[in-house]
């Protein structure tokens, strides 16, 4: 019963998934002006090589045939080719995916090392002091625009303290050799402490920056079903048994708190995958956001095309995940 | 105590509405209140630090900060109601009369809205933002042709909620019209919800429109706004850290006032101990 529905749930997803696509497909076609000489801007070329660009983005071909090349192409994982920087699109993509992933284990390591213990504290002590200052401190990091508090964190940390780096994945002057393209890895992979170091300094900043926005909004869902969880019958029970106070929080109390939780955990982490192009923007991180950011403003749309696909993709997966976990931890859930 | 007035009963409610009014009054007053004209800048003052001509410092084109940040409100609380006035009014009818009457309107909605939601708002609004150009008018329209998904969202299903209760069958039995239903006793009910999503929306676009001011597709740079400011700030930020900060505190405290506001008219509207099945609206995060 519960994998019927589980295989209808990932069946429907394949609709939207196809929409995403085809939407992704004609932000390209119906953008103003012709595409291929808003790529080229201002390069003086001739009539010929326009011709050959075209002929070669199948643009001289009917809208039903470009979307049928496209939509066939994507099913052999050939996104296109970059027109500005002369390199097919899914290799830039590769070459940026592991940055951004290496930002988000980071960032949801912190968030959640961050908004567990808090989330749980302030439960426990509903209505405190202590409890007052979490919601107001979560509050002021969910009004905090990203890239303004990344901003507070250069200040202190590299301008003040002068502790940190603030751009970058590893310092320019060294070279490690990309075996994973996961600087952390890579670096010891050489062998190279010192490169781990920086590698692992220069991640500080920007994994900060994600990971306490992201434990403001952790925080506070802890919190809210820690509160319910504890009001149920079971607790009581449980206390009344005479079970010690923080062992009825964290094994009896915590475990079904953790739902709502790992939803949220789930679909940031999801979000993450795509590249936060802010605060990738403000620490000149080379990972996926920068690169959509940089594409826009080159007006490389094969590459934007591309990745607003892989966005709204991981996301719909991301959902997909969530919802499959959920029937796992609580097989009462159904879909 | 009717409910407006418990959402000022609550000494953060009162003090959160007070923010949020100096802010409306001093956006509107900037032309008065503002030492020094929104682009007059005086370059043997670049990047002067905050002092008691400039009490906020100096850009690197030596335009008072005070003065552009008084200026920048006007941008961010115009694009923040205007945005939530167009996405809210349409949304809610859109998803109170899907929710109300079903059938194939409403599923064909649905997929639209499962489409949109499938993009994250930024890029969206940056993609949009390619499409139409900078502009005013332009970055409103961005923001609301994906924005009424959630105001959609909530009346559908706060709709589907009423829908079963029993003053909407008393009242198909007393012979009374549909639409009458849906619009003079329905909507009331779902307009609570609403309203509370409607404020914290605002706090929210203020945020998406900072963002795309700070990447450079939203505002056009000849307006003031914090989005903007801040993101000039960037460059000096090693040598004058005023320039980035000051407009990000503005912002920051407005949209934590609104998001206050919102919390406690949350608070007003449905009581934690009461009212089974209010949607709870919450504050989000800007992706």
Known sequence: ?335 | MSRAARVFATPLGRISAAIVATYVLTAALAPVLAPYGPEAGDLAQRLAPPSAQHWFGTDSLGRDILTRTLYGARVSLLVGVLTVAITAAFGTVIGAVGGFYRGAFDAVVGRVTELLLAFPYLIFAIGMMAFLGPGFANLVAALSLKGWVEFYRLARGETLDQAQREYVEASRAIGQRRPRTLFREVLPNVLPAISVLSTLRIGYFMVLEASLSFLGVGIPPNIPAWGSMISEGRGVLFIAWWVSTIPGIALLILVLAINLLGESLQEAYAPRTKRRGFARPSVSKVR
């Open chain 1, 1 to 335: 019963m519960r994998l019927t529905k589980l295989l209808e749930r990932v069946l429907s997803a394949i609709p939207v998934a196809l929409g995403v696509a085809v939407l992704a497909f004609m932000f390209l076609r119906f953008l103003p002006g012709d595409p291929v000489e808003i790529m080229l801007g201002d390069t003086q070329v001739s009539q010929q090589q326009l011709d050959s660009l075209r002929s070669q983005l199948h643009l001289d071909k009917p809208l039903l045939t470009q979307l049928g090349i496209f939509l066939s192409g994507l099913l052999r994982g050939d996104l296109g080719v970059s027109i500005v920087k002369n390199a097919p699109v899914a290799k830039l993509i590769g070459d940026a995916l592991p940055a951004t992933i290496e930002l988000t284990l980071a960032t949801v390591l912190v968030g959640i090392l961050i908004a567990m213990p808090v989330g749980i504290i302030s439960a426990v002590r509903a209505g405190s002091w202590l409890d007052r200052t979490v919601l107001s401190g979560a509050l002021v990091g969910i009004s905090m625009p990203a890239f303004w508090f990344g901003l507070l964190m250069i200040l202190l940390f590299a301008v003040e303290l002068r502790v940190l780096p603030t751009s970058g994945r590893i310092a320019a002057t060294m070279v490690v050799d990309r075996t994973t393209g996961f600087m952390l890895v890579d670096t010891l992979l050489a062998g190279n402490l010192k490169a781990f170091g920086t590698a692992l300094k220069h991640l500080v900043l920007p994994a900060l920056t994600l990971g306490v926005v992201f434990a403001a909004v952790l925080a506070r869902v802890v919190r809210t079903s820690m509160l319910e969880v504890l009001g149920k019958d079971y607790v009581t029970t449980a206390r009344a048994k005479g079970l010690r106070e923080w062992g009825v929080i964290l094994k009896h109390a915590l475990r079904n708190a953790l739902i709502p939780a790992l939803t949220v955990t789930g679909l940031q982490f999801g979000e993450l995958l795509g590249g936060n192009m802010i605060v990738e923007t403000v620490f000149a991180w080379p990972g996926l956001g920068r690169l959509v950011v940089n594409s826009i403003f080159a007006r490389d749309y094969v590459v934007v095309q591309a990745a607003v696909m892989l966005y709204a993709l991981t996301y719909v997966g991301a959902n997909l995940v969530v919802d499959t976990l959920y029937t796992l931890l609580n097989p009462r859930i159904s879909l």
